[in-house]
């Protein structure tokens, strides 16, 4: 085997490219000036330009009188990144089904493009290749003033991949959650869906081999599949064909609805974990740990809110037992604060947040974080009360800078500032007739972020209670690449 292969990091690289060719992801590469040294050839990945997207914006089930809509957003990028070469095309946001028109389009970068509203809920994408392609991001939204959805409902679009967590589904009486799986390929799919619950990891022949049709969705009742089981973390694995996954949520108390989102996805399992954003104000705190292991894990939580972080008591050290998962009611130790969790394990673990407003009628959840290592993009859509960024530096200080956009991509708000190691900062941006989107890049240190929107304490009567959670993510502007021509045998060894 040589060099090249003999460095697991870039094995996995190579096989990362080889998947992109074969799935028909091209890629504009950007080759460096070449290096007769051996040992530059084998050690120095390049970077190279996206330039085709896909992305799956899931919608919920019908009830009710709602609205559903899809931003996005082809974002203004540094001014130091390269784009794609040729000219630009629109990206479309389209219906899955090959013959249908599309319901929206992205024709220049910097300039957010939106779905009608809509009451018949209908999955769409966002695809094409070209300049416009590299960053792109949408948001699905569906908000209803009563009903089943009451609420509001809003989630980032999924890129399709082969591996997805989730932790905080639940299948009792009072929760029906569904896992979407959405396939944006000409050709079936097939997924394998691990569950852990409180009693540990679960044998479940239901949700082996699940097909996900071709340019369609499959969805998967938890309620059916996991009855009773509360407190549930999801590993979707692909085993062929790629997919976008998503959970709906809808939660009620007796006959009466409680609320509707979508769960976000949680990063995968490590030693460290960061659950970034709680939202400040009255309401549940609930996290949940997921311990995939073969091992117990001892776990330490650590709350990083405005005025730094400290251990609560009575959760130095916590136990959670292998293939389970364990919950935290933070309410009482988070007082109300904008904060984030950073979970210590000398086992992987996976975490997630779920937080309700104050009189419970709606929530939101937000999934583990990976550290921001360049810019991250989210369109946020119009919203009636002030969305809160909230940036945290869980180790050492950190810095940020932030733009807000409109539509029309005009700066709203922009600013740099330093996040004080282990404390919460957050920043409230206006409420917004329209949507916006916002850019966040870290310049220094660790930092992990999202946006929360919650009611105000004494809310309209006629408004829709606005809850609401959105990580954010590092963009995909580069794909990482070993050299102008990768070995693509690699995959097949």
């Known amino acids: 085997m040589s060099r090249l292969l003999s460095d697991p990091r870039l094995r996995i690289g190579a096989v990362v490219v080889a998947m992109a060719a074969l799935a028909g992801l091209g890629v504009v590469t950007h080759p460096a000036s070449p290096d007769t040294r051996a040992q530059a050839a084998v050690t120095e990945p390049s970077r190279t330009v996206v330039n085709r997207t896909a992305l799956a914006c899931p919608v919920l089930a019908p009830g009710g009188k709602m609205a559903s809509v899809v931003n996005a957003v082809s974002p203004t990028l540094p001014d130091d990144t390269p784009s794609a070469s040729g000219t630009s095309q629109p990206l479309s946001i389209t219906p899955l089904p090959t013959t249908s028109a599309p319901a929206g389009s992205l024709l220049v970068r910097g300039k957010i493009g939106s779905t009608t509203p809509t009451q018949a809920p209908l999955p769409l994408s966002i695809q094409g290749a070209g300049p416009l392609a590299a960053g792109t991001v949408g948001t699905a939204t569906t908000t209803a003033k009563d009903g089943v959805n009451a609420g509001m409902a809003s989630v980032p679009c999924q890129m399709p991949g082969a591996d997805f967590w989730f932790v905080g589904a639940s299948g009792a009486s009072d929760r029906r959650d569904v896992l979407v799986l959405t396939n944006l390929d000409s050709i079936n799919a097939e997924v394998n869906v691990s569950v852990y619950a409180r009693t540990g990891a679960q044998d479940l022949p239901a949700t082996r081999g699940i097909v996900v049709p071709a340019r369609g969705t499959a969805e998967v009742f938890l309620k059916e599949v996991t009855p009773n089981l509360r407190d549930v973390a999801l590993h979707v694995v692909s085993t062929g064909g790629r997919v976008a996954a998503a959970v709906r949520s809808n939660a009620s108390n007796g006959t009466q609805p409680a609320g509707v989102d979508w769960l976000n996805p949680s990063a995968p399992p490590a030693t460290k974990v960061f659950v970034p954003a709680a939202a400040p104000g009255a309401g549940l705190r609930i996290l949940s740990v997921a311990n995939p292991s073969d091992l117990q894990a001892t776990v330490s939580l650590t709350v990083n809110g405005p005025n730094g972080s400290f251990k609560p008591a009575g959760l130095e050290t916590e136990l959670i037992e292998a293939g389970s998962v364990r919950t935290f009611v933070m309410d009482p130790t988070l007082h109300g604060d904008a904060s984030a969790v950073t ?16 009189k419970k009628t709606d929530f939101a959840s937000i999934g583990s974080a990976e550290a921001l290592t360049g810019p991250a993009y989210l369109v946020l859509p119009a919203h009636q009360q002030p969305a809160v960024l909230q940036v945290t530096a869980p180790g050492k200080t950190g810095s940020v800078k932030f733009e807000l956009r409109d539509a029309v991509g005009r700066v709203l708000s922009t600013r740099a500032l330093d996040v004080v190691g282990g404390a919460t900062t957050q920043i409230a941006f206006a409420s917004q ?8 890049q870290q310049t220094r240190g660790t930092v992990v972020a999202g946006v929360t929107l919650m009611p105000a304490a004494k809310p309209d009567s006629d408004s829709t209670a606005e809850v609401a959670a959105w990580p954010l993510n590092t963009s995909l502007v580069f794909r990482a690449q070993l050299g102008a021509q990768p070995d693509v045998s690699a995959a097949l060894r």
Do not use: E, G, K
């Not at 979970?343 to 937080?355: E, H, L």
């Not at 007739?433 to 966040?440: E, G, I, S």
């Open 433 to 440: 007739p329209r949507a916006t989107y916002l850019m966040v």
């Open 343 to 358: 979970i210590t394990s000398d086992q992987p673990v996976t975490a997630s947040m779920r937080m309700s407003d104050a």
